[in-house]
């Protein structure tokens, strides 16, 4: 039994130590002996697993070229949660889009049970689907929260490339672990490519989104000039992220008191929409120049980015999508920080409060990031107010 370093609470880890046990000897004496009677592929097969949220996703996909450039007869295959569909279906370096909504990341408004049953139906189906081809190679880019080497076992996967912090690394040709020192994802990600001889980094990477279109005429969006609107996201997947409603109100005040840009808010949850009503309220010298997207979908959302002047976000997928295509001021409050900071194209500037983070920033043109020890407050500091404007208006 190897050491490994678990990403998990203490009271998970040992029941990953314990699974663990059992599934190095399945895979020392039947799983890996199995592998050597795969046949080899015409070309080069890859199959990619990503259980996590779009931001992950859309991380994922900016290595794809990369291995177009390396391997240009390589198809491609990813297996994902239905929520992930939208970033990879319309890629053209991806064959096919598999869908396994896994549980542990399944952020659906229903039960626990539902999840688990939607997890084995989907697992059934994907496995259905993927027993039909051969890999040469599968990478899971998940080190944290839900892997899925556990399906290797039900395909035919000649070599594996993963992180064994989550259990089940027995399963996996190499098994890796995360540094000591702070990292950001991507790398993670290049990581395991090296394994496949393909180079990439953080500072390095291509980032696009493969579909961009400018057509907002079929769309629900009633704003008066998009081209002059700050599009602003208040919303975030883990509420513990998001900022109250006085601080968005005292937020844009400060924004349509110095700047001209209309204001563009987009969320799908209710706190947006309550937002708008309270604006509208509160700043009522302003209604003329503040608009709402109402409910649209994943692909009207990335068309804003690429049409509006600049956008505001906090710690979500609007920060790795906006800093693609515009101008992007992100408030990452209580995140990974850098981790997960955005992979920029456009100007990006970051506040967060990752103090572990507090030195870091990426070596990307137009990237910068300010650590800021209490972000609820950052609006009682004239300088930052000034500094967050300029960085708009300019």
Same mark, same amino acid.
């Given at each position: 039994?190897?050491?490994?370093?678990?990403?998990?609470?203490?009271?998970?880890?040992?029941?990953?130590?314990?699974?663990?046990?059992?599934?190095?000897?399945?895979?020392?004496?039947?799983?890996?002996?199995?592998? #050597? =009677?795969?046949?080899?592929?015409? @070309?080069?097969?890859? %199959?990619?697993?990503?259980?996590? /949220?779009?931001?992950?996703?859309?991380? +994922?996909?900016?290595? &794809?070229?990369?291995?177009?450039?390396?391997?240009?007869?390589?198809?491609?295959?990813?297996?994902?949660?239905?929520?992930?569909?939208?970033?990879?279906?319309?890629?053209?370096?991806?064959?096919?889009?598999?869908?396994?909504?896994?549980?542990? =990341?399944?952020?659906?408004?229903?039960?626990?049970?539902?999840?688990?049953?939607?997890?084995?139906?989907?697992?059934?189906?994907? =496995?259905? #689907?993927? #027993?039909?081809?051969?890999?040469? &190679? @599968?990478?899971?880019?998940?080190?944290?929260?839900?892997?899925?080497?556990?399906?290797?076992?039900?395909?035919?996967?000649?070599?594996?490339?993963?992180?064994?912090?989550?259990?089940?690394?027995?399963?996996?040709?190499?098994?890796?672990?995360?540094?000591?020192?702070?990292?950001?994802?991507?790398?993670?990600?290049?990581? %395991?490519?090296?394994?496949?001889?393909?180079?990439?980094?953080?500072?390095?990477?291509?980032?696009?989104?493969?579909?961009?279109?400018?057509?907002?005429?079929?769309?629900? *969006?009633?704003?008066?000039?998009?081209?002059? @609107?700050?599009?602003?996201?208040?919303?975030?997947?883990?509420?513990?992220? +998001?900022?109250?409603?006085?601080?968005?109100?005292?937020?844009?005040?400060?924004?349509?008191?110095?700047?001209?840009?209309?204001?563009?808010?987009?969320?799908? #949850?209710? &706190?947006?929409? =309550?937002?708008?009503?309270?604006?509208?309220?509160?700043?009522?010298?302003?209604?003329?120049?503040?608009?709402?997207?109402?409910? *649209?979908?994943? %692909?009207?959302?990335?068309?804003?980015?690429? +049409?509006?002047?600049?956008?505001?976000?906090?710690? @979500?997928?609007?920060?790795?999508?906006?800093?693609?295509?515009?101008?992007?001021?992100?408030?990452?409050?209580?995140?990974?920080?850098?981790?997960?900071?955005?992979?920029?194209?456009?100007?990006?500037?970051?506040? /967060?409060? /990752?103090?572990?983070?507090?030195?870091?920033?990426?070596?990307?043109?137009?990237?910068?990031? /300010?650590?800021?020890?209490?972000?609820?407050?950052?609006?009682?500091?004239?300088?930052?107010?000034?500094? +967050?404007?300029?960085?708009?208006?300019?």
């Amino acid at each position: 039994m190897k050491f490994r370093k678990y990403c998990a609470l203490r009271r998970v880890m040992y029941f990953l130590w314990l699974k663990d046990i059992f599934v190095d000897i399945y895979a020392q004496l039947i799983y890996k002996p199995r592998l #050597k =009677t795969l046949q080899t592929t015409s @070309s080069t097969n890859l %199959l990619f697993f990503n259980s996590g /949220h779009l931001g992950d996703a859309l991380m +994922m996909s900016y290595c &794809f070229p990369e291995i177009k450039k390396k391997y240009p007869n390589s198809v491609i295959d990813v297996v994902c949660g239905e929520w992930c569909k939208f970033i990879f279906e319309k890629n053209p370096n991806v064959r096919n889009v598999i869908i396994q909504n896994h549980y542990m =990341t399944n952020r659906s408004d229903i039960s626990v049970l539902k999840k688990i049953i939607n997890h084995f139906k989907t697992a059934r189906l994907a =496995t259905k #689907k993927l #027993k039909k081809e051969t890999y040469d &190679f @599968s990478i899971d880019v998940r080190y944290s929260g839900a892997v899925s080497h556990w399906i290797l076992p039900f395909i035919k996967v000649k070599k594996s490339y993963g992180f064994g912090t989550r259990g089940y690394g027995g399963l996996l040709e190499k098994e890796f672990f995360l540094p000591d020192n702070l990292f950001h994802s991507y790398n993670m990600t290049a990581t %395991l490519l090296n394994e496949i001889n393909v180079k990439t980094n953080v500072s390095e990477a291509v980032v696009y989104l493969p579909f961009q279109s400018k057509n907002l005429e079929k769309t629900e *969006i009633k704003v008066v000039n998009l081209a002059n @609107s700050v599009v602003v996201f208040p919303e975030s997947g883990d509420e513990i992220k +998001m900022f109250d409603y006085d601080f968005w109100i005292k937020f844009c005040q400060e924004i349509l008191e110095k700047v001209s840009y209309d204001l563009l808010l987009c969320g799908e #949850k209710g &706190f947006t929409e =309550t937002l708008f009503g309270k604006l509208q309220q509160k700043l009522p010298n302003f209604k003329n120049r503040i608009f709402f997207t109402g409910k *649209i979908s994943l %692909l009207e959302v990335a068309i804003l980015p690429q +049409m509006g002047i600049a956008a505001v976000t906090l710690d @979500s997928f609007p920060a790795h999508l906006c800093s693609i295509f515009c101008k992007t001021l992100v408030l990452s409050k209580k995140a990974m920080g850098y981790e997960f900071f955005p992979i920029n194209n456009k100007e990006t500037l970051l506040f /967060h409060d /990752h103090l572990p983070s507090l030195q870091l920033s990426l070596d990307r043109k137009g990237f910068s990031a /300010h650590y800021i020890e209490d972000l609820d407050l950052i609006l009682n500091d004239k300088n930052k107010i000034a500094e +967050m404007v300029k960085f708009l208006a300019n």
